[in-house]
């Protein structure tokens, strides 16, 4: 979870001020960003599996392939 430390809503850099908070913790958790594809494309691989995690203006989406 990503905890923001002051109230950025409604100001006009606020979107950026959030992409640039989950954007940090989404790579700290390990994620590796496909910069060359699309920047809001993170995936992580681990024991011959793969996470992916898709972020879209607010919401993310996780992909994995289990079976």
Do not use: E
């Given at each position: 979870?990503?905890?923001?430390?002051?109230?950025?809503?409604?100001?006009?850099?606020?979107?950026?001020?959030?992409?640039?908070?989950?954007?940090?913790?989404?790579?700290?958790?390990?994620?590796?960003?496909?910069?060359?594809?699309?920047?809001?494309?993170?995936?992580?691989?681990?024991?011959?599996?793969?996470?992916?995690?898709?972020?879209?203006?607010d919401?993310?989406?996780?992909?994995?392939d289990?079976?």
């Open positions: 979870m990503c905890k923001l430390h002051h109230v950025s809503y409604g100001l006009k850099q606020a979107p950026r001020a959030w992409y640039d908070q989950i954007n940090t913790y989404i790579l700290f958790q390990g994620f590796v960003n496909s910069v060359n594809q699309d920047t809001n494309i993170y995936y992580l691989r681990t024991n011959n599996k793969i996470l992916i995690l898709v972020l879209y203006v919401d993310l989406f996780i992909f994995n289990h079976h």
